[in-house]
């Protein structure tokens, strides 16, 4: 019998249509934060979790990146959800009643094209689910939310206007996260990440990507940190295509060893077909 799956949000919120998508045998946990979403993984509240890391238009998700090195937690898989970004109403009310948007930092400049156009002033809350549900209370025509139409059907709210975003390819992507890592080869296309730190050599993060390059894998991330607030230490999050096992990732992974003094796979998974 599945489990649970955390996500930061409120019920309604885009990573509870990630969980609904990608793992609908599981039940979805609610969670304040990331750090939250996380820690109920780690302490056993919930079998997985569900964490955004990027959004195409948006960008990365800092807090997020900040947060996976000291996880304690492995990546199973990932998936790409498509954002719709809709205005959220009282039963009822009209868009030419609307006055003001409330949603999450990010998804606000997301719509911004329409929100000009209809003059709706960009309200900023801490989570687009948090914000409909906020607007189901006050029952203000004038006021709406930018969130997804699952969460206008668990807060029974209009759909004002559908699919509002500027761009047609928003998507974000979701790692799923567990406890135990799983080293099997469960797809055709895999993905690898991974986190290194380069020794205090000259010249040894260049050194170290040379083997990726000399042995044709592609990398398509490579995020820095700092270790404890040095500005001397750094630690690297990496992503390839590829398995472990293959033999041309095996020796690009062996030569990056040779470069660093810390070397830790954090999960190999499947490649959302999305990617293509």
Same mark, same amino acid.
């Given at each position: ?23 609908? $045998? ?5 969670? %304040?934060?990331?750090?939250?979403? =996380? @820690? /109920?993984?780690?302490? #056993?509240?919930?079998? *997985? ?87 189901? $209370? ?5 006021? %709406?939310?930018?969130?997804?139409? =699952? @969460? /206008?059907?668990?807060? #029974?709210?209009?759909? *004002? ?116």
């Amino acid at each position: 019998m599945a489990g649970m799956i955390a996500f930061q949000g409120e019920l309604g919120a885009y990573g509870h249509q990630a969980c609904v998508d990608a793992r609908p $045998e599981f039940t979805p946990l609610p969670c %304040t934060t990331f750090h939250d979403t =996380m @820690a /109920a993984v780690r302490e #056993g509240a919930a079998e *997985l979790a569900m964490v955004a890391v990027e959004n195409s238009i948006y960008g990365r998700v800092a807090d997020v990146h900040q947060l996976l090195p000291d996880s304690g937690l492995h990546i199973v898989d990932e998936a790409f959800v498509r954002v719709h970004v809709n205005l959220l109403g009282v039963k009822g009310a009209t868009v030419e009643q609307v006055k003001e948007a409330h949603g999450h930092p990010v998804i606000l400049p997301q719509c911004s094209g329409f929100l000009r156009q209809h003059a709706i002033k960009g309200v900023i809350s801490s989570d687009n689910a948090r914000a409909a549900r906020e607007i189901a $209370e006050r029952g203000d025509p004038s006021q %709406t939310a930018l969130a997804s139409e =699952m @969460a /206008a059907r668990i807060y #029974g709210l209009d759909v *004002l206007a559908r699919h509002i975003e500027d761009r047609p390819d928003n998507t974000t992507r979701f790692l799923i996260m567990a406890r135990n890592i799983d080293l099997g080869r469960r797809g055709e296309q895999m993905m690898t990440s991974f986190l290194f730190r380069v020794r205090n050599i000259p010249a040894a993060l260049y050194k170290a990507m040379g083997g990726f390059a000399t042995n044709g894998v592609n990398m398509v991330k490579l995020e820095s940190y700092m270790v404890d607030g040095s500005f001397t230490a750094t630690q690297f999050f990496a992503e390839i295509e590829g398995h472990p096992e293959d033999d041309n990732v095996a020796r690009a992974l062996d030569e990056l060893r040779y470069f660093t003094s810390y070397l830790h796979i954090l999960g190999t998974y499947p490649a959302d077909p999305a990617r293509r």
